[in-house]
């Protein structure tokens, strides 16, 4: 059968091509079968023999290749290991059919379970996805430089084609009106995943049969990107973003294949010196390695962990869900800020470290909600529309927030991490501030937790209270600097915490009043309490 497919491999593929072509045609004429769902089938399968033929291999290659040493020097009867040569291993290897089900077996759990093989799917689902929103990757330089330039070069190039032939390629790109059967997803998308499958399994299966090194990973990934990309996914929205991650990418694996070939030339010659003990430290380091990396990409994956689609619900789900995240927002800004300022005046490095790393996931969060307002002021109902200024004004309020406390996490960190001195006398005050911080905030909690919204005035009156004690104290700051000329850092880092304090202060009452328009807007007089004992 090998051979004869050898010989007629043009012929097989001619018959093939023509063959499936005319059933396919006689399909779509005369049934409702999608084609395209067969071809992401076919090309499912497809991909998957092409990463058995692969990654399989490359899998079980090194241990079989150990084990077939072991067992063909076991044969030998040699008494001498630096003496005897591996001239079998020049032979192709005959696998026992066990170990390759048993390699498949854990590669599909593997698949499954690992939340590492999750992110790199999600990483390229994010980077090929049709919609906008949410971008995974930050903007680089290199990418901006190359999006402005592909910019330049389309609008010369626009310049130059006929506007007949421009608007036909534009109409190729209409969403609209290439709907699928049940007028729902748009059909182009079922053409990128027959494209990526197709052609990403051709060129793994290829690159293998020509004993290439490739990255099965990285020409999956690649392809996904290309059609991405002529697909036009990437619009000027997304494309700095997208470019951004797809250089993060490649980067990445070049970094890999180096830091490999390092890795592999220092242990092999520890290992060449260091005889067995050495093959025992590199084992347990091995293990400790792994179970290390296993655990912090575990804690990694569940803090970046966002809810899905921010707070996109129904109206008044979204008023709920909305204050909901209100009163944790308010919460956990007050629990940040009052460790943040009790383990800056004991001068705990790490835990400021943490509560600085909290904060900006914290901040990444909000952001996320931020971003996501289009998507839900679209779950608005009709009649609600006009009222979405006020959730936009929310979580513009907790963003603001968010920033506020950032900036007085990072200017304490700062300042501990390069170790500057401490003014020991103003550190009673700084205490007594901080606690009576703590009272304000508890309040406003309080405040959000029972509604009672008709105490805006004394939240306000409070809060001038506190901006009144922070600016005594940055007087008395600024007075201790005159007097002795000395403590420069100290006082820069007061100053900047104690002005974002104000800051800080000020958005969390603009965001206890944005709250309560938002909820007066949604809902009708004394039914808020009602409408909450309902979606309880």
Not at 36 to 50: D, P, Q, R, Y
Not at 227 to 251: E, K, M, N, P, Q
Not at 264 to 287: D, Q, R
Request: glycine fraction near 4%; include cysteine.
């Amino acid at each position: 059968m090998l051979d004869y497919i050898q010989t007629n491999t043009s012929r097989i593929l001619i018959f093939s091509f023509t063959g499936w072509t005319i059933i396919f045609q006689l399909l779509v004429s005369f049934t409702r079968v999608n084609i395209l769902k067969i071809v992401v089938l076919a090309g499912t399968l497809a991909l998957a023999m092409a990463f058995a033929g692969n990654d399989l291999v490359n899998f079980i290659g090194v241990p079989l290749a150990g084990f077939e040493s072991f067992k063909d020097f076991s044969a030998s009867g040699s008494a001498d290991p630096d003496g005897f040569l591996m001239k079998n291993l020049r032979e192709p290897v005959n696998t026992s059919s066990y170990f390759l089900l048993a390699a498949g077996v854990i590669m599909v759990l593997t698949l499954r379970y690992s939340l590492k093989a999750k992110s790199v799917t999600a990483t390229t689902i994010d980077l090929s996805r049709q919609d906008e929103g949410a971008e995974r990757f930050a903007s680089s330089l290199p990418a901006r430089f190359i999006v402005r330039r592909t910019i330049e070069f389309g609008n010369a190039f626009a310049r130059i084609i006929p506007r007949s032939a421009a608007r036909f390629v534009a109409n190729r790109f209409n969403a609209e009106k290439a709907l699928d059967d049940t007028g729902g997803k748009p059909a182009f998308d079922l053409v990128r995943a027959s494209v990526n499958l197709v052609v990403a399994s051709i060129l793994i299966a290829l690159g293998t049969s020509l004993k290439l090194p490739l990255s099965t990973t990285y020409v999956t990934f690649m392809v996904a990107m290309g059609t991405s990309f002529a697909d036009g996914a990437w619009g000027r929205d997304s494309a700095v973003y997208r470019i951004t991650g797809v250089l993060t990418v490649i980067g990445g694996w070049i970094f890999t294949a180096l830091s490999a070939c390092l890795a592999s030339f220092i242990i092999a010659s520890l290992v060449y010196f260091g005889k067995l003990p050495v093959i025992l430290i590199l084992l347990a380091l091995s293990v400790f390695i792994l179970i290390k990396t296993h655990t912090s990409h575990r804690k990694k994956v569940r803090k970046e962990k966002m809810p899905e689609g921010g707070l996109i619900t129904p109206s008044h789900e979204i008023v709920m869900a909305c204050d909901e995240k209100v009163k944790s927002s308010v919460i956990r800004a007050s629990k940040i800020y009052y460790l943040t300022l009790n383990n800056f005046l004991k001068e705990k490095h790490k835990e400021l470290n943490s509560l600085r790393k909290e904060t900006k996931h914290f901040n990444k969060e909000i952001k996320q909600i931020l971003e996501d307002i289009p998507r839900t002021l679209k779950e608005f109902n009709e009649t609600d529309l006009e009222n979405g200024h006020h959730y936009i004004q929310v979580v513009a309020c907790m963003k603001e927030m968010c920033n506020s406390l950032v900036n007085v996490v990072q200017p304490a960190f700062n300042h501990l991490d390069n170790n500057h001195a401490f003014d020991r006398k103003q550190n009673d005050k700084l205490k007594d501030f901080n606690e009576k911080t703590g009272e304000f905030f508890n309040y406003v909690i309080n405040l959000l937790k029972n509604k009672e919204y008709g105490n805006l005035n004394d939240l306000i009156i409070r809060r001038d209270e506190m901006i009144k004690l922070t600016n005594d104290i940055l007087l008395n700051r600024i007075k201790i600097l005159k007097k002795n000329r000395r403590g420069v850092k100290v006082s820069v880092t007061y100053i900047e915490m104690l002005s974002e304090t104000k800051n800080l202060l000020l958005n969390v009452v603009h965001l206890v009043k944005a709250d309560f328009d938002l909820i007066n807007a949604f809902t009708p007089e004394n039914e808020f309490t009602k409408m909450e004992e309902i979606v309880k």
